[in-house]
């Protein structure tokens, strides 16, 4: 059974940092790709990173270039988020997901297997 977990959120001061956790089970991970979404209130979800070791392609939007990052570690079956200058904007549920094979520019009806989200909370 393929499983997501997804931990580390919180509130956050605008300009902190916070790190995501998404720990993997039931597949093996590199043959997927696995993204980072989020949703605001009244907001459709969207995806804010992406990777793929399977076929190498990546997403990351203009409105978290630079600022996000994410990164995966083999031995602990687990892909973290790593957010930097954190803004009000980015408050919502976060929420990791994987899909066979390749990001597809990280949209979020692709994406076939959902953790149960973390919620992050940037106070201005």
């Known amino acids: 059974e393929v499983q997501l977990v997804e931990s580390g959120g919180g509130l956050v001061q605008a300009g902190g940092s916070l790190r995501l956790s998404c720990a993997l089970s039931g597949f093996d991970f590199d043959d997927y790709a696995i993204g980072w979404f989020r949703q605001a209130p009244g907001k459709e979800r969207e995806g804010v990173s992406c990777f793929s070791n399977t076929d190498g392609s990546t997403y990351s939007p203009d409105s978290v270039k630079g600022r996000f990052t994410i990164s995966r570690d083999n031995s602990k079956n687990t892909v973290y988020l790593e957010m930097t200058g954190l803004k009000p904007d980015d408050t919502g549920v976060y929420y990791c997901?994987?899909?066979?094979?390749?990001?597809?520019?990280?949209?979020?009806?692709?994406?076939?297997?959902w953790g149960q989200g973390t919620q992050v909370t940037v106070s201005s």
């Open positions: 997901a994987a899909r066979w094979r390749s990001c597809l520019r990280g949209q979020p009806e692709l994406f076939g297997s």
